[in-house]
């Protein structure tokens, strides 16, 4: 194993600023650990070698000089390749993007490196980011390490494959649907979105646009500390996001293993949707660790206001209206998507794009009455039940497509579901912008892990947080990379 893999980024951390290791040993090391691991699980299609090792090497001088540290001084960190750092490649999983430099960096990865983190390289994702599963036609997909044939999930496939294989201890992701959740379970991390505005994204050219889903930015880790570490460093309002919102208190002071005086709703379906056994038997297992941390845990029959594959559909309209967007901000740069450059896109995003376009305002306003409604159906829920609990994905793993074109199955449990999201239990909190988490909860017979969500009312981030907390002490899933390095040693 290697010497830092199974470190935390906390314990990293710690570490370097106690003198007994160098940011230069740990950032070289998590640059070998990507040379060796990534030809198998591609979880990185950019690596930044030599500016790593200069950050790197910067940092060490801080260490020396007696300067004041940051709570991530030295740390390796991965960034979702849909997502700008200056002067490194954003591909955004594109074959029309593959030389693009960025000019600047996202806002939320700036504050990690404002905490010392070490930018390592750019991780894998789908084209645009609009499908859940983690595979284009530039870098091909990325699989989770436990089961090398299988999809990490996506759209932040890259960085929960990278952070699941030890090659950093935290990257960077962003979810408009689950894009955190998603490949979080796949690969048995832990990420959590927060409630919508807590991470401010101050986005141009329209800093309205993340509203229609609800999108956040989080990073994704091995434990709930370093998780929400990264949270705390990430969150905090800024004039240019008119969603974000002051924060009263860091997450951090969640960090609770106790549940008591909580009460918890189990839905195995999430209101309707369908879900394999075989995931139901796993998440419904883990019940009896928020009962032994304190909580009352009830099941729940709730039903969503619209069929699970009509709510699919409309969250789809939503995301087709933000890539009709893009790609005309796009042509006005002199990128015509629909024209002979779109040639080298996915066919299935030109198809979003289009429905996008010819969607009116008035059908966009009517989408809205209906997303009312299941705002409403949990805010009902959450009247009762502090938590609610269910599967993140109806599928125990997705296999790779040699064609570079890997989506999900077109029938779960004999329903008819969207390929490309439709089986996942995700997107429904993107619609009301509450919090959502998911924890491992074990691995399925082919060896992919399978991931309980967590999800309460909005600005009740706290609350999920304990949950994981408690989670994590009830039912550790740190085995769970054990079992992984000895799997990567066969491998040699």
């Given amino acids: 194993m290697d010497s830092t893999a199974s470190l935390t980024a906390i ?7 106690d003198r007994e290791v160098s940011p230069t040993e740990v950032v070289r090391a998590s640059l070998d650990r990507i040379e060796r691991l990534n030809p198998a699980v591609n979880a990185f299609v950019t690596v930044c070698r030599d500016e790593a090792l200069a950050a790197a090497e910067r940092a060490e001088r801080a260490v ?25 490649r954003v591909t955004r999983g594109s074959r029309l993007f593959a030389e693009d430099v960025a000019q600047e960096t996202i806002m939320c990865v ?56 030890g090659m950093v201890p935290l990257a960077q992701g962003s979810d408009a649907g689950g894009s955190l959740r998603v490949p979080g379970a796949f690969c048995g991390v832990f990420t959590m979105m927060t409630t919508f505005g807590r991470v401010a994204v101050p986005a141009r050219p329209n800093a309205f646009r993340r509203l229609n889903p609800m999108v956040c930015y989080a990073p994704l880790a091995r434990t709930v500390e370093d998780a ?14 008119p969603y974000s919102f002051p924060l009263h208190q860091p997450l951090a002071s969640a960090l609770t293993p106790s549940l008591s005086g909580m009460r918890v709703a189990y839905s195995p379906d999430l209101g309707g949707y369908p879900v394999e056994s075989e995931v139901e038997s796993l998440v419904r297992a883990a019940l009896p660790a928020f009962k032994e941390a304190g909580a009352e845990v009830t099941e729940v029959d709730f039903r969503l206001p619209l069929p699970h594959a009509e ?28 024209g002979e450059q779109g040639r080298v896109v996915d066919p299935h995003y030109l198809e979003s794009v289009r429905t996008g376009a010819a969607l009116s305002a008035v059908d966009f306003r009517l989408g809205d009455l209906v997303r009312t409604k299941v705002l409403d159906t949990f805010e009902d829920l959450f009247d009762a039940f502090d938590l609610v609990i269910s599967p993140v994905n ?28 439709g089986w996942s239990l995700t997107s429904p909190f993107n619609l009301i912008g ?59």
């Fill in 311 to 338: 709510l699919t559909a409309m969250w789809r309209r939503y995301l087709s209206l933000c890539h009709a967007e893009s790609a005309e901000v796009s042509r006005s740069q002199g990128i015509d998507l629909l």
């Fill in 11 to 17: 314990q990293l951390a710690e570490l370097i600023r």
């Fill in 64 to 88: 020396v000089s007696g300067a004041e540290l940051g709570p991530l001084h030295g740390v390796p960190i991965g960034v979702k390749d849909l997502d700008p750092v200056a002067g490194v």
């Fill in 110 to 165: 700036d504050r990690l490196v404002e905490a010392g983190a070490i930018v390592v390289g750019k991780t894998n994702a789908p084209e645009f980011g609009f499908k859940a599963t983690t595979d284009n036609a530039l870098f091909g997909p990325t699989s989770t390490p436990f089961n090398l044939a299988m999809n990490a999930g996506g759209s932040s496939g890259g960085s929960a494959a990278a952070v699941a294989a």
């Fill in 228 to 241: 929400v570490l990264g949270l705390d460093l990430m969150s905090g309002p800024h004039a240019r996001d």
């Fill in 394 to 421: 109806s599928v125990a793993g997705i296999p790779n497509d040699e064609t570079r074109t890997t989506v999900g199955p077109r029938q779960v449990a004999g329903q008819e579901v969207d390929r490309f999201v």
């Fill in 434 to 492: 509450s919090p959502a988490a998911t924890v491992p909860v074990g691995r399925a017979a082919n060896g992919v892990p399978v991931g309980l969500q967590i999800a309460a009312r909005r600005h009740n981030d706290a609350a999920v947080v304990r949950g994981a907390t408690a989670l994590q002490k009830q039912s550790p899933w740190q085995g769970l990379y054990r079992d992984l390095e000895g799997a990567f040693a066969e491998r040699g």
